[in-house]
């Protein structure tokens, strides 16, 4: 009996290892990391200090890029052999295609993007939350048969910490598809300063802001606040001012701070802002659904409220 | 010539759903429904396909009666062919059972040599059913695709991944699910609507494509839904109004300082 964990990622790892560990000793089954790749044994050494019982570093040259077929193929030849009762993965893009495959393949089910993993007290099966309807309502999902796969967010749970035991480090041989997808090219994007999702105060530019000059200023409220100027979908998709947004479909942050400037609050915005400690709402409409949202809001015209904003917190630094 | 199938979701509208008050639960029952979002681009691009190359595009969905409206929207896009995939278990359907349907019925009318899909729906969100549909059909996947381009037998694809934008290539086929970036797509013309109207919609079932009952709706499903209900959301509502932008200004830095939130 054993839970396993999985993430290209190693941070989304380390978080997975907390939650895994938890459920493990819950549920009284044996925890396992996996790592894939080519030429991974020592990053395989290193994990086994973080909490697993066994980690199965699996090496082979088809491996040695991300692509989903060939990682799905090596995850199934595991899973067959061993049959865990769950296979826990890190949800990033890649993550989730690959649990979705891997469960295609092995006629299983599978949930994708779950906030919040659970033992289901009566079936001792996984229970699994995840926001459905854009954001609207929180779903109970539960799978019906093992291995039960499902996938976990960035920054869902505390990454775990270095421990003095170590697990007992195993070599797995598998096939691995021949990859059939080609990398050209990754073209990194740019990260200015502080990630978005690590950032401390968040600053949101919604449509009540009509210009994209029109952000230095949030940018000015941002840097006050020692935060980041971040922007809702309709901005950074479709105007293009931004590669990254805020909300269900793109960063799902988490700050201290998170203020929205002109942002009307449109239910997949707010389920990407759900989490953050303090929400502060600034738009000129006082039905704008955000201030429903909202710990503090000013019901004004933001061309007038942010430059104020400004000068009240430079005279509070002085 | 090259065929290309696009599928597409005819989705909850998130935006209009309701929550019922008393217990929290989201109304789905006779909630309003459209395209999925992602879906439009899917068919955008393939349209686009037929127009550049000469490709012929046939349009497939999953769903009930209803989802014609769907396929009647892909028609007027400017699909040539469309096709409803339905069974009384659609409402039970997890991801699973949509990507058999799907590929049982894609196989069924192909072969194809590119499957498109969006890369999620407004509803489900759930991500899964472009890379489960590869899987079925035995093709590679190219998820989050924002840049498509065919090359003889190959596609090359931009994906908007995480970490940067990640050129691919493979031989075709494959299915490629796309973002809302990759296009702008277009508003059928009056004219076309009603064209696409008059277009007939071929209809398979489970009996059709030979699906046995334990692979369908709920008992062919992997998970189940327990519940669902709208988070509370316990927040202080402290809203200012009516003030002048320099006061109220004043109010809120007081108002932060004191949570702790500012220094």
Known sequence: MSIWVYSENNDLMLELLTKGRELANQLGVE?????LGQDVASKAEELAYYGADKVYVVEHPNLATFI???HTSALAELVNKHKPDSVIMGATKRGNEVAARLAARLNVGCVTNCTGISVDPETKMLLLNRLVYGGTAISTQRCKTKPQIATVPPRTFEKASKTDRKAEVIKEKVEAEEPKVKVLELKKKEVKGVRLEEADVVVVAGRGVKKKEDVAMLEELAQLLGGVVSYTRPLAYDLKWSPTWTGMSGVIIKP?????????????????IRDSKVIVAINSDPDAPIFKVADYGIVGDLYAVVPELVKKLKEKAK | MPKVCVCVKY??????????????TPVTVGAKRKTSDFDKNAVE??????????WTVAAFTYGTDDAKSALREALAMGADEAILVTDPGYEQSDTLVTSLFLAEAIKKEGPFDLVICGEVSIDGYTYQVGPKLAERLGIPQITHVRKLEIKGDEVV??????????IVS?????????????????????MDIMKASKKPIKTLTAADLGIPDDKKGAAGSGMEVLKAQAPEMKRKEIIIKGKEPTDAAAELVDLLAKEGVIK
């Open chain 1, 256 to 272: 201290r701070l998170y203020i929205g400037v002109g942002v009307s609050g449109a239910i997949q915005h707010v389920a990407g």
């Open chain 2, 11 to 24: 989705s909850l509208d998130v935006s209009e759903i309701k929550v019922d008050p008393s217990t929290r």
């Open chain 2, 170 to 190: 493979a031989k075709m086929p494959v299915v490629v699910t796309v973002t809302k970036e990759i296009n702008e797509p277009r508003y059928p013309k009056l």
């Open chain 1, 68 to 70: 989903a077929e060939p």
């Open chain 2, 157 to 166: 694809a931009e994906r908007d991944l995480e970490e940067g934008y990640e």
């Open chain 2, 45 to 54: 691009e393939a349209v686009r396909l037929k127009e550049k190359q000469g």
């Open chain 1, 31 to 35: 925890l396992a990391a996996l790592v």
